[in-house]
């Protein structure tokens, strides 16, 4: 079952403008997780945000997460062609106990020149 | 340098055959996981473990075996009774407690010929 949606499915913006991406979870959660993916790779731990915190910063990188409403955004500032991958958010779902996450449908994110 | 290492990075498989996909990691992680990846699609949890001689089934864990042991290797076979197995697969590993990062290998790709 996909616990997080991602929206949009697709993005694409010009280089230096900010992109934001949203999470929508169903079940309550521990903590949510923001990944990239480079076509055809593995997936790249972006940023954790726990259920008790909402809003976290990493770089370029904006995280908030809203419990109320089960939804969380990504936002990168200052975009550069580099960002241009898949994004997914992971949730660790409550009350499964074992540690797995859920992962939604990504977002795929196209930084133009 | 510490990592997780998926191999091969392409696997050909005749309709009816068994395949086994290799993941290794030298983390210490104590859990392992793999997912499932369609074109354009989010992950999908295939098998997970916890702990050395242990694993749990995810959502789609039909047609699919894997063992576990050893903690640093936690091998897929995809049986002949997956019917759908062209995909793309990840193997992902991370610390036996809630609240961390998961550590993705770089996949390998599944093609029925």
């Known amino acids: 079952s996909q616990q997080g949606e991602e929206d949009p499915q697709a993005l694409s913006i010009q280089e230096g403008e900010n992109a934001t991406m949203n999470c929508s979870y169903k079940?309550?959660?521990?903590?949510l997780q923001w990944y990239r993916q480079n076509s055809g790779r593995g997936l790249v731990h972006l940023i954790l945000?726990?259920?008790?915190?909402r809003e976290k910063h990493s770089g370029r990188l904006r995280v908030t997460l809203d419990t109320s409403k089960k939804s969380s955004s990504l936002l990168i500032t200052a975009s550069r062609a580099a960002d241009t991958a898949s994004y997914f958010c992971?949730?660790?779902?409550?009350?499964?106990?074992?540690?797995?996450?859920?992962f939604g449908q990504g977002t795929r994110l196209t930084i133009n020149p | 340098d510490g990592g997780i290492t998926q191999s091969p990075k392409y696997l050909f498989r005749k309709e009816g055959q068994n395949v086994t996909l290799s993941c290794e990691q030298n983390?210490?992680?104590?859990?392992m996981y793999w997912y499932r990846q369609d074109p354009g699609q989010g992950l999908r949890l295939i098998y997970y473990?916890?702990?050395?001689?242990?694993?749990q089934k995810g959502d789609i864990a039909e047609g699919y075996s894997v063992s576990r042991e050893k903690k640093e290797s936690f091998p897929l076979t995809v049986t002949s009774a997956q019917k759908n197995p062209t995909a793309f697969y990840l193997c992902?590993?991370?610390?036996?407690?809630?609240?961390?990062?998961?550590?993705f290998g770089q996949g390998t790709r599944l093609t029925v010929v």
């Open positions: 473990s916890q702990i050395v001689n242990d694993f």
């Open positions: 079940t309550s959660i521990n903590n």
């Open positions: 983390l210490n992680h104590d859990a």
């Open positions: 992902a590993s991370s610390i036996q407690v809630p609240n961390t990062e998961a550590f």
């Open positions: 992971a949730t660790d779902p409550r009350p499964q106990g074992a540690q797995k996450l859920v």
């Open positions: 945000i726990r259920s008790n915190e």
